[in-house]
């Protein structure tokens, strides 16, 4: 009896320490995180920085730390975890990039940001498989199969649309941001589609029938993730719009906006599709109809609210990933070649470089042909931007390479070892020498945007844009209807397209969409509802 209770009691003292250690992990790592956003609150002006380079470096500076006083055991506080990445950090980020997206923009450049996203993806794939394929074998990497090499293309391929945000401004270059951050959206379901599919299909007998299955069933999650999103977020917006929960509880409106954003993705991830298109399509969903539908105080309240939680989201992946890449346990698999694993790492960054760029400037001159006003058409500055922009590689690329090259969080093999050093690397290298350089490229190569846009708003004679109010720079609901400048001549009346994809969306959105799923001027109506009072009916 005394035996057993003493092992009760030894077993209750490990708990209980292991216990106390997570919870002195978590204070450090929140009161990292509120460091990041005091230092990046002051960087804020700065030309070079942005705030996920700042959470990136703190993180590198905390790993040292870390491996100071472990001893060089460990190198950060929590431990890398796919589920913690794609089931709760991902989805706040890629949801509120859909909530706050310009849809003017974005989809009057659907399909050149399309043609980026998902057939400039497959090229990208393409060439860094068939580039690594070749080269590798060189090096003395021959252990690696077909099945690798394709998953590499995808892991690689994989844009970092986090980061886009940090350096690309939807106000000053919108065209850029638009087109940049698109493709990143898009190209991050690419990628795991691909990533996801190439780990489906047996590809060591590889023919036609082989290939056709594979491209059905990329085609097959593409849209039915999309049509996942789209109908999950006229759900919320017709439950909303008919029960009007505002009228008792804004708690409750708001608590079923954040929920059913959730529930399309993880409806995603359980039916096998690309949950990152799905919430990203809800997001332009909700804002476009279930937003109208609450009250103004719930309105203030989910904007400000997706926009922190995915703030939050952000900087935990930079800072995590900072201190990731100094885990002493990957390096100790590769110290006996350094030179293999930085060869490894520079092959993939020039693989980077040129599938990126041969599907960048090809594609480009594709949508220009297609493109008949001068102006519309995508410059060959913007393409350098667009090139350069969209070649850092974040946390997707690291979560893939995670779920290819390690078995139960551990290397088993000298090359998985290297697969992952050297991912951390590019991750890193890439993040920090392109980030720094996207913005004082975008001031070389497109100088005072800035200038430029307060020029264009102070000028009498420039048609003001009109916003609805509360609606923020981040937010367009209207698919941009009010932000059309009106013809000041005959001239360019007759210039100005009548007869558009835009225009006889606007007649279907208003004849049956919004009739029935609300949306600004088809909110529903209650008596004593002080939205309602204040927001005229749109005819």
């Known amino acids: 009896m005394a035996v057993g209770l003493s092992y009760v009691v030894s077993k209750l003292q490990m708990l209980s320490t292991s216990d106390h250690a997570s919870v002195v992990s978590m204070n450090l790592f929140v009161a990292l995180l509120c460091a990041c956003i005091v230092i990046g609150h002051l960087l804020e002006e700065n030309r070079w920085m942005n705030e996920s380079i700042t959470a990136l470096l703190i993180g590198i500076c905390t ?16 431990v890398f975890s796919e589920d913690l990445f794609f089931i709760y950090l991902l989805p706040p980020i890629i949801f509120n990039a859909g909530f706050q997206v310009k849809k003017k923009q974005f989809f009057k450049n659907f399909i050149t940001i399309v043609l980026f996203g998902a057939v400039g993806t497959l090229i990208s794939c393409t060439i860094i498989a068939l580039g690594a394929t070749q080269i590798f074998k060189k090096i003395g990497i021959d252990s690696l199969d077909i099945g690798d090499y394709l998953a590499i293309g995808a892991i690689f391929a994989a844009t970092d649309s986090v980061c886009t945000l940090q350096v690309l401004s939807q106000d000053e270059t919108p065209l850029l941001y638009s087109l940049v951050f698109g493709e990143g959206v898009v190209n991050d379901a690419t990628s795991v589609v691909l990533f996801n599919a190439i780990q489906n299909f047996d ?30 977020g006229l759900l919320s917006a017709y439950i909303i719009k008919k029960l009007y929960f505002g009228r008792h ?64 989201a952000e900087i935990f992946i930079f800072l995590y990933v900072g201190m990731d890449a100094l885990d002493i346990e990957k390096w100790r698999f590769v110290s006996d070649s350094p030179g293999k694993s930085v060869a490894v790492s520079s092959i993939l960054l020039a693989l980077v470089l040129v599938g990126r760029a041969a599907f960048v400037f090809p594609l480009s001159f594709l949508s220009n042909l297609a493109k008949k006003s001068q102006h519309e058409k995508i410059s060959l500055r913007e393409q350098v931007i667009i090139w350069w922009a969209g070649l850092m590689r974040g946390a997707v690329s690291m979560a893939l390479a995670y779920n290819q090259f390690t078995r139960s969080g551990h290397t088993q093999l000298q090359v998985n070892a290297i697969m992952i050093t050297s991912t951390i690397t590019v991750v890193l290298v890439s993040t920090v020498v392109f980030g ?69 969306w606007r007649k279907f959105d208003d004849a049956f969409m919004r009739p029935v799923f609300g949306g600004r001027g088809f909110v529903p109506f209650v008596p004593g509802s002080p939205t309602e009072r204040r927001e005229p009916q749109w005819q």
Request: some cysteine; proline content about 5%; hydrophobic content about 45%.
């Open 203 to 232: 590809l060591t007998h590889i023919d036609s029938k082989i290939a056709l299955q594979f491209i059905g069933n990329f085609l097959y999650l593409f849209s039915a993730s999309t049509f996942l999103g789209v109908l999950t």
């Open 436 to 504: 720094l350089m996207t913005k004082p490229l975008i001031r070389l190569l497109m100088p005072h945007p800035k200038q430029t846009t307060s020029m264009t708003l102070s000028d009498p004679s420039t048609p003001k844009l009109i916003h609805a109010p509360l609606l923020g720079s981040g937010q367009d609901s209207d698919f941009g209807v009010h932000d059309v400048p009106r013809p000041n001549s005959i001239r360019a009346l007759l210039a100005t397209p009548t007869h558009t994809v835009h225009r006889y």
């Open 249 to 312: 509880s804004t708690d409750r409106e708001v608590a079923l906006m954040i929920l059913m954003a959730y529930l399309s993705y993880m409806l995603a991830e359980l039916l096998n599709l690309s949950g990152i298109l799905t919430v990203f399509f809800c997001g332009i969903v909700m804002s476009h109809y279930t937003w109208h539908n609450v009250t103004e105080s719930s309105r203030i309240t989910t904007k400000h609210a997706f926009a922190t939680l995915s703030f939050v």
């Open 63 to 78: 790993g040292v730390v870390i491996l100071l006083v472990s001893g060089g055991r460990s190198s950060h506080l929590l």
